[in-house]
């Protein structure tokens, strides 16, 4: 059994440059200036639905079980 990548992510570009970033139909994030020029430079090359998970810090990162057994998480 694998694990699933993220899903659910829509971005959206305003005329104003800004990127705006949904998940399941509410706005997470918006990117302004640079940070949304490096977003748009950086969705044509790697997979969408990844990025903006990494871009709005809703990413699992492999180590919730170690965290889990932590002594301070007990």
């Known amino acids: 059994m694998g694990m699933a990548g993220p ?19 509410r706005v997470t994030t918006t990117l302004r200036g640079r ?8 969705v044509d090359g790697e997979d969408e639905q990844e990025l903006m998970a990494r871009v709005t810090g809703n990413y699992k990162r492999g180590n919730e079980r ?9």
């Open 66 to 74: 170690l965290a889990r057994q932590h002594p301070r998480n007990r």
């Open 7 to 25: 899903d659910g992510f829509e971005w959206l570009r305003r005329k104003n440059g800004d990127v705006v970033i949904s998940h399941r139909g």
């Open 35 to 42: 940070r949304a020029e490096q977003f748009l430079e950086d």
